[in-house]
Protein backbone atom coordinates (compact mmCIF):
# COMPACT_ATOMS: atom_id res chain seq x y z
CA UNK A 1 0.00 0.00 0.00
CA UNK A 2 3.03 2.66 0.72
CA UNK A 3 4.47 1.67 -2.54
CA UNK A 4 1.31 2.52 -4.89
CA UNK A 5 0.73 5.76 -2.84
CA UNK A 6 5.17 6.43 -3.39
CA UNK A 7 4.14 6.00 -7.20
CA UNK A 8 0.96 8.38 -7.31
CA UNK A 9 3.70 11.16 -5.77
CA UNK A 10 6.31 10.51 -8.41
CA UNK A 11 3.64 10.83 -10.86
CA UNK A 12 1.87 13.79 -9.28
CA UNK A 13 5.70 15.16 -8.84
CA UNK A 14 6.60 14.94 -12.32
CA UNK A 15 3.31 16.07 -14.07
CA UNK A 16 4.10 19.03 -11.80
CA UNK A 17 7.93 19.07 -12.92
CA UNK A 18 6.97 19.09 -16.29
CA UNK A 19 4.48 22.05 -16.01
CA UNK A 20 6.56 24.28 -13.75
CA UNK A 21 9.11 23.90 -17.24
CA UNK A 22 6.78 24.58 -19.14
CA UNK A 23 5.21 27.48 -17.82
CA UNK A 24 9.09 28.73 -17.22
CA UNK A 25 10.10 28.27 -20.89
CA UNK A 26 6.62 29.89 -22.52
CA UNK A 27 7.88 33.28 -21.89
CA UNK A 28 11.51 32.65 -22.82
CA UNK A 29 10.08 31.23 -26.40
CA UNK A 30 8.35 34.10 -27.19
CA UNK A 31 11.77 36.55 -26.66
CA UNK A 32 14.46 33.32 -27.85
CA UNK A 33 15.32 32.21 -31.08
CA UNK A 34 13.63 28.91 -32.89
CA UNK A 35 16.55 27.04 -31.85
CA UNK A 36 16.30 28.27 -28.44
CA UNK A 37 12.55 26.31 -28.27
CA UNK A 38 14.10 23.19 -29.86
CA UNK A 39 16.82 23.09 -26.67
CA UNK A 40 14.28 23.24 -24.30
CA UNK A 41 11.98 20.66 -25.92
CA UNK A 42 14.98 18.63 -25.56
CA UNK A 43 15.98 19.06 -21.79
CA UNK A 44 11.55 18.27 -21.32
CA UNK A 45 11.81 15.47 -23.49
CA UNK A 46 15.00 14.15 -21.08
CA UNK A 47 12.99 15.06 -18.23
CA UNK A 48 10.38 13.24 -19.02
CA UNK A 49 12.50 10.01 -19.97
CA UNK A 50 14.18 10.20 -16.72
CA UNK A 51 10.92 10.05 -14.10
CA UNK A 52 9.51 7.70 -16.65
CA UNK A 53 12.06 5.50 -15.88
CA UNK A 54 12.05 5.63 -12.13
CA UNK A 55 8.19 4.71 -12.62
CA UNK A 56 8.90 1.63 -14.21
CA UNK A 57 11.68 0.55 -11.67
CA UNK A 58 8.94 1.31 -8.91
CA UNK A 59 6.27 -0.90 -10.57
CA UNK A 60 8.36 -4.03 -10.92
CA UNK A 61 9.47 -3.69 -7.30
CA UNK A 62 5.88 -3.37 -6.57
CA UNK A 63 5.01 -6.41 -8.36
CA UNK A 64 7.97 -8.70 -7.86
CA UNK A 65 6.83 -7.78 -3.73
CA UNK A 66 3.47 -9.32 -4.65
CA UNK A 67 4.48 -11.91 -5.45
CA UNK A 68 6.69 -13.12 -3.02
CA UNK A 69 3.84 -12.15 -0.41
CA UNK A 70 1.07 -14.34 -2.59
CA UNK A 71 4.11 -17.37 -2.70
CA UNK A 72 4.43 -17.04 1.04
CA UNK A 73 0.68 -17.24 1.74
CA UNK A 74 1.03 -20.81 -0.65
CA UNK A 75 3.75 -22.14 1.53
CA UNK A 76 2.06 -21.31 5.04
CA UNK A 77 -1.66 -22.83 3.79
CA UNK A 78 0.48 -25.73 2.69
CA UNK A 79 2.01 -26.12 6.16
CA UNK A 80 -1.34 -26.12 7.80
CA UNK A 81 -2.96 -28.63 5.65
CA UNK A 82 -0.07 -31.04 5.89
CA UNK A 83 0.19 -30.33 10.09
CA UNK A 84 -3.59 -31.26 10.31
CA UNK A 85 -3.16 -34.55 8.11
CA UNK A 86 0.20 -35.64 10.35
CA UNK A 87 -0.49 -38.74 12.22
CA UNK A 88 -1.19 -37.53 16.49
CA UNK A 89 2.48 -39.11 17.66
CA UNK A 90 4.37 -37.02 14.55
CA UNK A 91 2.49 -34.16 16.04
CA UNK A 92 4.04 -34.52 19.42
CA UNK A 93 7.65 -35.51 17.95
CA UNK A 94 7.76 -32.00 16.19
CA UNK A 95 9.92 -29.67 17.95
CA UNK A 96 7.14 -27.08 19.24
CA UNK A 97 7.86 -22.97 18.26
CA UNK A 98 8.87 -20.74 21.03
CA UNK A 99 5.82 -19.60 23.65
CA UNK A 100 5.23 -16.27 23.63
CA UNK A 101 6.87 -14.69 26.33
CA UNK A 102 3.93 -14.14 29.27
CA UNK A 103 3.42 -10.92 30.95
CA UNK A 104 5.22 -11.57 33.83
CA UNK A 105 8.63 -13.78 34.21
CA UNK A 106 6.47 -16.01 36.81
CA UNK A 107 2.89 -15.87 35.27
CA UNK A 108 2.30 -19.91 34.80
CA UNK A 109 4.93 -20.80 37.98
CA UNK A 110 4.41 -20.47 42.00
CA UNK A 111 5.49 -17.86 43.93
CA UNK A 112 7.96 -18.84 46.24
CA UNK A 113 9.09 -17.23 49.29
CA UNK A 114 11.79 -17.95 52.16
CA UNK A 115 11.73 -16.94 56.03
CA UNK A 116 14.88 -16.89 57.54
CA UNK A 117 14.33 -16.61 61.42
CA UNK A 118 17.58 -17.33 63.42
CA UNK A 119 18.50 -17.41 67.10
CA UNK A 120 21.35 -16.33 69.72
CA UNK A 121 20.41 -17.07 72.85
CA UNK A 122 21.87 -16.53 76.64
CA UNK A 123 19.99 -18.51 79.44
CA UNK A 124 20.63 -19.96 83.01
CA UNK A 125 19.51 -22.87 82.13
CA UNK A 126 18.85 -24.41 78.75
CA UNK A 127 15.09 -23.48 76.96
CA UNK A 128 15.72 -26.35 74.77
CA UNK A 129 14.53 -28.88 78.29
CA UNK A 130 11.68 -26.63 79.80
CA UNK A 131 9.00 -28.17 81.17
CA UNK A 132 5.65 -27.41 82.50
CA UNK A 133 4.52 -27.74 85.77
CA UNK A 134 0.97 -29.72 86.31
CA UNK A 135 1.18 -30.15 82.62
CA UNK A 136 1.92 -33.10 80.27
CA UNK A 137 3.35 -31.56 77.43
CA UNK A 138 4.25 -32.13 73.70
CA UNK A 139 7.70 -31.88 72.26
CA UNK A 140 7.51 -28.62 70.53
CA UNK A 141 7.40 -26.32 73.53
CA UNK A 142 11.08 -25.53 73.93
CA UNK A 143 12.52 -22.39 73.11
CA UNK A 144 15.75 -22.32 71.41
CA UNK A 145 19.23 -23.66 72.49
CA UNK A 146 21.71 -21.81 74.14
CA UNK A 147 24.05 -19.97 71.62
CA UNK A 148 23.58 -19.68 67.91
CA UNK A 149 20.52 -21.65 66.05
CA UNK A 150 18.85 -21.63 62.76
CA UNK A 151 15.19 -20.93 64.70
CA UNK A 152 12.51 -22.07 62.36
CA UNK A 153 12.83 -20.96 58.94
CA UNK A 154 11.02 -21.95 55.75
CA UNK A 155 10.38 -21.64 52.53
CA UNK A 156 6.86 -21.28 50.77
CA UNK A 157 5.46 -22.33 47.84
CA UNK A 158 2.07 -20.25 46.37
CA UNK A 159 0.01 -20.49 43.37
CA UNK A 160 -3.14 -19.89 41.46
CA UNK A 161 -4.47 -23.51 40.67
CA UNK A 162 -7.17 -22.13 38.54
CA UNK A 163 -9.59 -19.48 39.01
CA UNK A 164 -11.18 -21.71 41.82
CA UNK A 165 -8.63 -23.58 44.07
CA UNK A 166 -5.44 -21.63 45.28
CA UNK A 167 -2.66 -24.07 46.47
CA UNK A 168 0.14 -23.37 49.71
CA UNK A 169 3.10 -25.31 50.61
CA UNK A 170 5.17 -24.57 53.24
CA UNK A 171 8.74 -26.56 53.86
CA UNK A 172 10.24 -25.91 57.40
CA UNK A 173 13.97 -26.64 58.37
CA UNK A 174 14.88 -26.91 61.97
CA UNK A 175 18.34 -26.33 63.70
CA UNK A 176 19.27 -30.20 63.46
CA UNK A 177 18.93 -29.86 59.71
CA UNK A 178 15.36 -31.22 59.88
CA UNK A 179 12.84 -30.43 56.67
CA UNK A 180 9.36 -31.27 57.20
CA UNK A 181 6.06 -30.29 55.83
CA UNK A 182 4.77 -27.50 58.30
CA UNK A 183 1.47 -26.86 55.82
CA UNK A 184 0.33 -28.17 52.30
CA UNK A 185 -3.17 -26.93 51.50
CA UNK A 186 -5.63 -26.13 48.70
CA UNK A 187 -8.14 -23.56 49.25
CA UNK A 188 -10.88 -22.40 47.29
CA UNK A 189 -11.03 -19.02 45.39
CA UNK A 190 -14.80 -18.30 44.46
CA UNK A 191 -17.13 -20.30 46.17
CA UNK A 192 -20.73 -18.86 46.09
CA UNK A 193 -22.28 -17.21 49.38
CA UNK A 194 -19.22 -16.41 51.32
CA UNK A 195 -18.04 -19.81 51.76
CA UNK A 196 -14.57 -21.16 52.02
CA UNK A 197 -13.25 -24.30 51.94
CA UNK A 198 -9.40 -25.71 52.72
CA UNK A 199 -7.99 -29.04 52.57
CA UNK A 200 -4.59 -30.46 53.31
CA UNK A 201 -2.62 -29.78 56.24
CA UNK A 202 -2.71 -26.48 57.89
CA UNK A 203 -2.64 -24.63 61.13
CA UNK A 204 -6.40 -24.22 63.18
CA UNK A 205 -8.40 -21.19 63.00
CA UNK A 206 -9.00 -21.35 66.84
CA UNK A 207 -7.85 -18.71 68.99
CA UNK A 208 -6.19 -15.79 67.29
CA UNK A 209 -2.05 -16.77 67.51
CA UNK A 210 -2.43 -20.44 66.29
CA UNK A 211 -2.79 -19.58 62.21
CA UNK A 212 -0.03 -17.30 62.36
CA UNK A 213 3.68 -18.57 61.49
CA UNK A 214 6.15 -18.42 64.09
CA UNK A 215 7.91 -15.56 62.43
CA UNK A 216 4.45 -13.19 62.39
CA UNK A 217 4.21 -13.27 66.45
CA UNK A 218 4.57 -10.73 68.00
CA UNK A 219 7.04 -11.78 70.47
CA UNK A 220 9.98 -14.90 69.67
CA UNK A 221 7.92 -17.71 71.37
CA UNK A 222 4.62 -18.84 71.62
CA UNK A 223 2.65 -17.28 74.58
CA UNK A 224 2.99 -19.58 77.68
CA UNK A 225 -1.06 -21.49 76.93
CA UNK A 226 -0.01 -21.78 73.30
CA UNK A 227 2.61 -24.27 74.80
CA UNK A 228 1.30 -26.10 77.58
CA UNK A 229 -2.60 -26.66 75.40
CA UNK A 230 -1.44 -26.88 71.97
CA UNK A 231 1.66 -27.82 72.00
CA UNK A 232 2.94 -24.25 70.80
CA UNK A 233 0.66 -24.14 67.71
CA UNK A 234 -1.77 -26.71 66.78
CA UNK A 235 -1.79 -28.13 63.29
CA UNK A 236 -3.12 -31.31 61.55
CA UNK A 237 -4.13 -32.76 58.05
CA UNK A 238 -7.39 -31.96 57.99
CA UNK A 239 -10.66 -29.89 56.11
CA UNK A 240 -11.67 -26.48 57.53
CA UNK A 241 -15.10 -24.49 55.81
CA UNK A 242 -15.50 -20.79 56.94
CA UNK A 243 -18.66 -18.24 55.99
CA UNK A 244 -18.55 -14.94 56.41
CA UNK A 245 -21.83 -13.76 56.97
CA UNK A 246 -23.01 -10.53 54.65
CA UNK A 247 -23.01 -7.82 57.21
CA UNK A 248 -21.71 -4.79 58.10
CA UNK A 249 -19.88 -5.95 61.10
CA UNK A 250 -17.03 -8.41 60.39
CA UNK A 251 -18.55 -12.05 61.19
CA UNK A 252 -17.27 -15.36 60.40
CA UNK A 253 -18.06 -19.04 61.71
CA UNK A 254 -15.52 -21.80 60.98
CA UNK A 255 -16.04 -25.55 61.52
CA UNK A 256 -12.88 -28.40 60.88
CA UNK A 257 -11.86 -31.58 60.75
CA UNK A 258 -8.59 -33.55 61.31
CA UNK A 259 -7.14 -36.38 61.23
CA UNK A 260 -6.14 -36.38 65.20
CA UNK A 261 -2.44 -37.13 65.34
CA UNK A 262 -1.58 -33.99 66.41
CA UNK A 263 -1.38 -33.12 70.49
CA UNK A 264 -3.68 -32.92 72.15
CA UNK A 265 -4.96 -35.09 70.20
CA UNK A 266 -2.93 -38.48 69.17
CA UNK A 267 -3.04 -41.81 67.72
CA UNK A 268 -5.87 -40.95 64.68
CA UNK A 269 -8.57 -41.75 66.89
CA UNK A 270 -12.23 -42.69 65.47
CA UNK A 271 -10.73 -44.19 62.38
CA UNK A 272 -8.83 -41.02 61.28
CA UNK A 273 -11.31 -38.35 62.21
CA UNK A 274 -10.10 -37.85 66.26
CA UNK A 275 -9.76 -33.52 66.58
CA UNK A 276 -12.79 -30.76 65.71
CA UNK A 277 -12.95 -27.18 66.42
CA UNK A 278 -15.26 -24.61 65.84
CA UNK A 279 -14.83 -21.14 66.01
CA UNK A 280 -16.53 -17.47 65.45
CA UNK A 281 -14.29 -13.99 64.59
CA UNK A 282 -16.27 -10.95 64.90
CA UNK A 283 -14.80 -7.54 64.56
CA UNK A 284 -15.32 -3.69 63.58
CA UNK A 285 -13.66 -0.10 63.41
CA UNK A 286 -14.42 1.78 66.68
CA UNK A 287 -13.33 5.33 65.09
CA UNK A 288 -10.90 6.08 62.13
CA UNK A 289 -8.00 5.26 64.86
CA UNK A 290 -8.87 2.27 66.54
CA UNK A 291 -10.42 -1.25 66.07
CA UNK A 292 -11.32 -4.82 67.89
CA UNK A 293 -11.62 -8.31 66.58
CA UNK A 294 -13.02 -10.82 69.47
CA UNK A 295 -13.55 -14.81 68.88
CA UNK A 296 -14.36 -17.74 70.62
CA UNK A 297 -13.04 -21.23 69.95
CA UNK A 298 -13.52 -25.03 70.89
CA UNK A 299 -11.43 -27.65 70.26
CA UNK A 300 -12.48 -31.32 71.11
CA UNK A 301 -9.70 -34.28 70.55
CA UNK A 302 -9.46 -38.00 71.36
CA UNK A 303 -6.33 -39.10 72.21
CA UNK A 304 -5.73 -42.91 71.49
CA UNK A 305 -2.19 -43.79 73.50
CA UNK A 306 -1.07 -40.30 73.27
CA UNK A 307 2.87 -40.04 73.89
CA UNK A 308 4.34 -37.63 75.48
CA UNK A 309 8.05 -37.71 76.97
CA UNK A 310 7.50 -40.88 79.02
CA UNK A 311 3.69 -40.58 79.79
CA UNK A 312 0.66 -42.19 78.06
CA UNK A 313 -2.58 -40.55 77.74
CA UNK A 314 -5.81 -41.97 76.36
CA UNK A 315 -8.86 -40.15 76.91
CA UNK A 316 -11.09 -36.64 75.58
CA UNK A 317 -9.34 -33.67 75.56
CA UNK A 318 -11.58 -30.53 75.37
CA UNK A 319 -10.22 -26.47 74.69
CA UNK A 320 -12.42 -23.56 74.95
CA UNK A 321 -10.41 -19.90 74.33
CA UNK A 322 -11.97 -16.56 74.57
CA UNK A 323 -9.49 -13.90 72.16
CA UNK A 324 -9.92 -10.12 71.91
CA UNK A 325 -7.35 -7.73 70.18
CA UNK A 326 -7.41 -3.99 70.20
CA UNK A 327 -5.02 -1.95 67.64
CA UNK A 328 -4.99 1.88 67.14
CA UNK A 329 -3.10 4.30 64.76
CA UNK A 330 -3.40 7.58 64.36
CA UNK A 331 -6.38 7.98 61.60
CA UNK A 332 -5.53 4.61 60.86
CA UNK A 333 -2.06 4.96 59.53
CA UNK A 334 0.19 2.42 61.70
CA UNK A 335 3.66 4.16 59.89
CA UNK A 336 4.75 6.54 62.94
CA UNK A 337 3.05 5.06 65.96
CA UNK A 338 0.69 2.19 66.50
CA UNK A 339 -0.38 0.02 69.52
CA UNK A 340 -1.47 -3.58 69.25
CA UNK A 341 -3.08 -5.37 72.43
CA UNK A 342 -3.37 -8.62 72.77
CA UNK A 343 -5.37 -10.75 75.53
CA UNK A 344 -7.27 -14.68 75.25
CA UNK A 345 -8.31 -17.07 78.30
CA UNK A 346 -7.90 -20.87 78.18
CA UNK A 347 -10.09 -23.33 79.68
CA UNK A 348 -8.95 -27.15 79.34
CA UNK A 349 -9.87 -30.22 80.31
CA UNK A 350 -8.18 -33.61 79.91
CA UNK A 351 -10.38 -37.18 81.40
CA UNK A 352 -9.33 -40.37 80.31
CA UNK A 353 -6.43 -42.95 81.50
CA UNK A 354 -2.92 -41.41 82.11
CA UNK A 355 -0.37 -44.27 82.72
CA UNK A 356 -3.41 -46.60 83.19
CA UNK A 357 -4.49 -44.02 86.07
CA UNK A 358 -7.90 -42.94 85.80
CA UNK A 359 -7.93 -39.11 85.60
CA UNK A 360 -9.92 -35.94 85.38
CA UNK A 361 -8.36 -32.52 85.24
CA UNK A 362 -9.74 -29.20 84.75
CA UNK A 363 -6.72 -26.50 83.71
CA UNK A 364 -6.71 -22.79 82.94
CA UNK A 365 -4.37 -20.49 81.08
CA UNK A 366 -3.90 -17.15 79.70
CA UNK A 367 -1.71 -13.75 78.44
CA UNK A 368 -2.16 -10.39 78.10
CA UNK A 369 0.36 -8.39 75.51
CA UNK A 370 1.29 -5.23 74.34
CA UNK A 371 2.96 -3.53 71.44
CA UNK A 372 3.47 -0.22 71.00
CA UNK A 373 5.32 1.46 67.92
CA UNK A 374 7.07 4.72 69.43
CA UNK A 375 8.70 5.90 66.48
CA UNK A 376 9.64 4.53 63.03
CA UNK A 377 10.54 1.21 62.73
CA UNK A 378 10.91 0.96 66.48
CA UNK A 379 8.33 -1.02 68.72
CA UNK A 380 8.62 -1.91 72.50
CA UNK A 381 5.85 -4.85 74.33
CA UNK A 382 5.51 -6.49 77.22
CA UNK A 383 3.61 -10.07 77.54
CA UNK A 384 2.02 -11.52 81.11
CA UNK A 385 1.30 -15.18 81.12
CA UNK A 386 0.32 -17.82 83.33
CA UNK A 387 -1.50 -21.36 84.06
CA UNK A 388 -3.20 -23.14 86.76
CA UNK A 389 -4.06 -27.07 87.12
CA UNK A 390 -5.88 -28.92 89.21
CA UNK A 391 -4.99 -31.61 91.69
CA UNK A 392 -4.94 -35.13 89.53
CA UNK A 393 -5.43 -37.05 92.61
CA UNK A 394 -3.46 -39.05 95.52
CA UNK A 395 -2.64 -41.91 92.38
CA UNK A 396 -0.97 -39.12 90.23
CA UNK A 397 1.07 -37.37 92.98
CA UNK A 398 4.48 -36.77 92.06
CA UNK A 399 3.53 -37.29 88.19
CA UNK A 400 3.98 -34.49 85.00
CA UNK A 401 0.33 -33.93 85.77
CA UNK A 402 0.92 -32.59 89.74
CA UNK A 403 1.89 -28.78 90.14
CA UNK A 404 4.15 -29.62 92.78
CA UNK A 405 2.33 -26.23 94.33
CA UNK A 406 3.44 -24.28 91.78
CA UNK A 407 1.19 -22.04 89.42
CA UNK A 408 3.86 -21.27 86.51
CA UNK A 409 4.27 -17.70 84.88
CA UNK A 410 6.56 -16.22 82.69
CA UNK A 411 6.78 -12.26 81.62
CA UNK A 412 8.52 -11.24 78.31
CA UNK A 413 9.88 -7.89 77.42
CA UNK A 414 10.96 -7.04 74.04
CA UNK A 415 12.46 -4.26 71.99
CA UNK A 416 12.35 -4.38 68.22
CA UNK A 417 14.29 -2.67 64.99
CA UNK A 418 12.09 -3.21 61.67
CA UNK A 419 15.04 -3.10 59.22
CA UNK A 420 12.44 -2.61 56.92
CA UNK A 421 9.15 -4.13 55.90
CA UNK A 422 11.03 -7.77 55.35
CA UNK A 423 13.65 -7.28 57.47
CA UNK A 424 13.47 -7.05 61.88
CA UNK A 425 16.01 -7.33 64.39
CA UNK A 426 14.55 -8.38 67.89
CA UNK A 427 16.27 -8.28 71.56
CA UNK A 428 14.09 -10.21 73.88
CA UNK A 429 14.04 -11.19 77.65
CA UNK A 430 11.76 -13.20 79.45
CA UNK A 431 11.43 -14.47 83.27
CA UNK A 432 10.43 -18.10 82.86
CA UNK A 433 8.94 -19.34 86.22
CA UNK A 434 7.53 -22.79 84.74
CA UNK A 435 8.96 -25.52 86.62
CA UNK A 436 10.65 -26.16 89.74
CA UNK A 437 13.67 -24.05 88.25
CA UNK A 438 13.24 -20.45 87.56
CA UNK A 439 14.96 -19.01 83.80
CA UNK A 440 16.28 -15.76 83.08
CA UNK A 441 16.41 -15.96 79.30
CA UNK A 442 17.64 -13.29 76.70
CA UNK A 443 17.29 -13.61 73.07
CA UNK A 444 18.83 -12.02 69.70
CA UNK A 445 16.20 -12.78 66.88
CA UNK A 446 16.31 -11.96 63.27
CA UNK A 447 14.00 -12.64 60.71
CA UNK A 448 13.93 -11.83 56.97
CA UNK A 449 11.36 -11.95 54.12
CA UNK A 450 12.31 -12.92 50.70
CA UNK A 451 10.03 -13.56 48.15
CA UNK A 452 6.75 -12.92 47.18
CA UNK A 453 4.86 -13.24 50.90
CA UNK A 454 0.99 -13.23 51.99
CA UNK A 455 -0.50 -10.12 53.60
CA UNK A 456 -0.60 -11.11 57.35
CA UNK A 457 -4.00 -11.89 58.83
CA UNK A 458 -5.35 -9.16 61.59
Known sequence: ?????????????????????LCAAMPAAEAQAPQDLSALRKDMDTLRHDYEAKIGDLEARLAKAEADAAAARQEAAQATAAAQAAPVDQLAQAPASAPSAPTSGNAFNPGIAAVLNGFATVA??????????????????????????????????????????AGFVVFSFNNDNEVSVEESYIRTTELPGGLTFKAGRFFSGIG????????????????????????SQYGDDGVQVRWLAPTD????FGAEAFRGDSFPAGGAANNGAGAYTLF?????????????????????????GRETGADLFSGDSDLGIASFVYKWAPNGNPTVNNLMLTSEL??????????GTAMSQSRTGWYAQGVYQFMPRWSAGVRLAGLNSDDPGPLLTGSSLDDLGQSPFAASALLEWD????????????????????????????????????????
Do not use: C
Open 1 to 21: MKLEINLRHHRIAAGAVAAAA
Open 346 to 355: FFGRDKGEFN
Open 249 to 252: QFLE
Open 419 to 458: TSEFGRLRLQYTRDETSQQDNDELLLQYTVTYGPHGAHRY
Open 124 to 165: SNDPGAAGISGFATGEEIAGPSRGFSLGESEVSLTANIDPSL
Open 280 to 304: VHTGADINPSSSYLAALSYLHAKAD
Open 208 to 231: YVNEQHSHNWSFSDAALPYRAFLN
